[in-house]
Structures are given as C-alpha cells and as structure tokens.
C-alpha cells in the first residue's frame, strides 16, 4: 500500500497530511481510501490491496 507515499513523492500532499506508522506513511486523517475498480471484500468493504497507487491524473 503507498497511498500516503506515493501522494507525498508527487506533490499532492504535504507532510502534515500523513504519520508513520510501523515503516508505512498513512493518512493522518482518513481511516481508509481505496480505488473504486479495486477488489474488496463484499462482507467487510476492505480492500485487497491490488490497486497500487491512484492515478490523479485521469
């Protein structure tokens, strides 16, 4: 998951918007976000982690 990072390495966030947390950069203020055409779990909404980063730019 690289969300956080990958937003950070392009700009689109500041350092202000994520922590750390065990080596990974989080949001500091969204419990989650995922990309609408990644797979998830239909009982518990989590997704699968096999969206990668998000495209901004389309």
Do not use: K, W
């Amino acid at each position: 998951m690289c969300a956080g990072s990958c937003l950070l390495a392009t700009g689109r966030l500041t350092e202000v918007a994520v922590t750390e947390h065990n080596g990974l950069r989080p949001f500091r203020s969204f419990a989650a976000i995922r990309h609408p055409e990644a797979s998830y779990d239909e009982v518990t909404g989590i997704g699968q982690g096999d969206a990668g980063c998000l495209n901004l730019n389309s």
